[in-house]
């Protein structure tokens, strides 16, 4: 069965400074990877997620996440946060199309200081 | 269109009492999963429903826990009775699609359980 690690469970960076969350995820078979996001008192949000393709996907706030299959890797990234991504990340993986079983790691709680 | 509601959106009880979870999936929404995330634990899978029928139910924990999904509409999960380890929020995701390709799922806020 898959399984997901996620490295740091609290990121805190100044605002306009770069960020990488990292993910990392085992599997014996192909994957699919998603990043959901939480925000304070909301449900979880899928963010971004990679199925096939382009290795490097991207989301609509800034955010883009890349596919290493060789590092088994699926880090996030945003080049300037702002206060707003203050939130808890979460990457999730899938290794089986048809068998709706979603791996999730504990989380990365990112904070966004002014 | 709305989202997956879930509630109570907290929940506080005595260990040995009864709570009763609620999720109303998406209007169309086939795919109905619980999940719960202990305290600063990933999130774990509970159980999947198509429609009324239970999918994969390989994630629940004991049988002091109880999932229903009577209609093929909202679902109930159900923890009796209700012991200190079983604190932590409770997620509710809906999809249309058989799988987890395209969309990912649709969650709703959760539910915070507190066991005293």
């Known amino acids: 069965a898959q399984s997901v690690t996620q490295l740091d469970s609290q990121v805190p960076v100044f605002e306009e400074a770069p960020v990488e969350l990292r993910c990392n995820y085992s599997?014996?078979?192909?994957?699919?990877l998603f990043w959901y996001v939480q925000y304070p008192n909301q449900g979880l949000q899928l963010l971004l997620k990679?199925?096939?393709?382009?290795?490097l996907v991207e989301s609509i706030n800034g955010f883009e996440a890349e596919f290493n299959k060789s590092q088994t890797s699926f880090h996030l990234r945003k080049p300037s946060v702002h206060i707003s991504d203050t939130a808890e990340y979460f990457c999730?993986?899938?290794?089986?199309?048809?068998?709706?079983?979603?791996?999730f790691g504990a989380g990365t709680r990112l904070t966004v200081k002014p | 269109e709305a989202g997956v509601t879930q509630f109570p959106s907290h929940s506080v009880i005595e260990k040995g009492q009864t709570v009763t979870l609620r999720c109303d999936p998406i209007?169309?929404?086939?795919?109905l999963y619980w999940y719960r995330r202990v305290m600063g634990k990933e999130i774990k899978f509970l159980l999947h429903?198509?429609?009324?029928?239970?999918?994969?139910e390989s994630g629940m924990p004991n049988n002091r826990f109880l999932a229903e999904r009577t209609g093929g509409t909202y679902s109930t999960l159900k923890v009796q009775p209700a012991e200190l380890e079983d604190s932590g929020v409770y997620f509710c995701?809906?999809?249309?699609?058989?799988?987890?390709?395209?969309?990912?799922?649709?969650f709703g806020s959760g539910t915070r359980l507190t066991v005293v």
């Open positions: 429903f198509v429609k009324e029928s239970k999918q994969d």
């Open positions: 999730a993986v899938s290794d089986n199309f048809h068998n709706n079983d979603m791996r």
């Open positions: 599997s014996s078979v192909s994957v699919y």
């Open positions: 990679y199925l096939s393709g382009s290795t």
């Open positions: 209007s169309g929404h086939d795919n």
């Open positions: 995701a809906s999809s249309q699609e058989k799988w987890t390709g395209y969309n990912g799922y649709t």
